[in-house]
């Protein structure tokens, strides 16, 4: 029975190439996923800074779970995508950044504002301490500039401010007093040169209230109006002598200082 029986015969030479042939196969892959797995600078920057976290929270042989928390996460992501422009560090936390910068932006105008403020302010005293005005109120015109007439020995050298006597006389701008007293056909005058080296007359002053080396600022009162020196009524007689020669039309000189009489 035994010698009827047929054998089986195992063939080496059919099954080991099917052998051979998986595991070259196998080892074709396992190669495939280490070149597919590359190893860059940055992520072994980001996986060193993850393990530095995660290192000092094991102690004793455990696992602090807290190491791995999102807040613990948000430090470590943070820390490793922080980027500095100018010095000034950069994080992922966009809507804080803005918030910060639109507080400081704030800040800044409102600072600029008020300096702005202040500079207007101090040009604006500036201004009203340089400006002109009208030496008395209540008057009307009765001479001008260049007339001539038996009332002069030549022609009319200044604006004549007709009105009431005693009215007040205001400087038209700020200067020192030059001079005081009594001058002949001009009567009671007081000289006043200003900071431009600009010499005003104010004439027929029935009374002087300044002195000679007082300052004086616009507007001060320097006297009153009267009719003493060559007059046929009470006025104020203006002259405009620039750098302290020769007059000038008294009219012109206050419009181009702003003040029309």
Known sequence: MSSSAPKRRLDVRQETPKRTTSGKRVAERRRAKKRSFRLTPAM?????????????????????????????????????????????????????????????????????????????????????????????TGYHLSARFGQRSGLWSRMHTGLDFAGPSGSTISS?????????????????????????????????????????GQKVDVRDVIGYTGSTGNVTGPHLHLEVHPGGGGPVDPYTALVAHGVRP
């Open 172 to 212: 038209v701008a700020r200067g020192t007093v030059k001079s005081t007293g009594y001058e002949g056909a001009y009567g009671n005058r007081t000289i006043i040169t200003l900071e431009d080296g600009t010499d005003i007359w104010y004439c027929h002053q029935s009374r002087i209230i300044v002195h000679p």
């Open 44 to 136: 072994a920057g980001a996986f060193a800074l993850i393990m530095a976290g995660f290192g000092s929270a094991v102690v004793g042989g455990h696992v602090d779970s807290s190491a791995l928390s999102a807040s613990n996460y948000q430090t470590i992501s943070e820390t490793y995508t922080g980027d500095e422009v100018d010095g000034v560090e950069v994080s992922r936390d966009f809507d804080r950044n803005l918030d910060k910068q639109g507080k400081a932006q704030a800040e800044q105008y409102l600072i600029a504002i008020t300096e702005l403020k202040n500079d207007t302010q101090k040009v604006s005293a500036e201004a009203r301490k340089n400006q002109w005005v009208l030496p008395v």
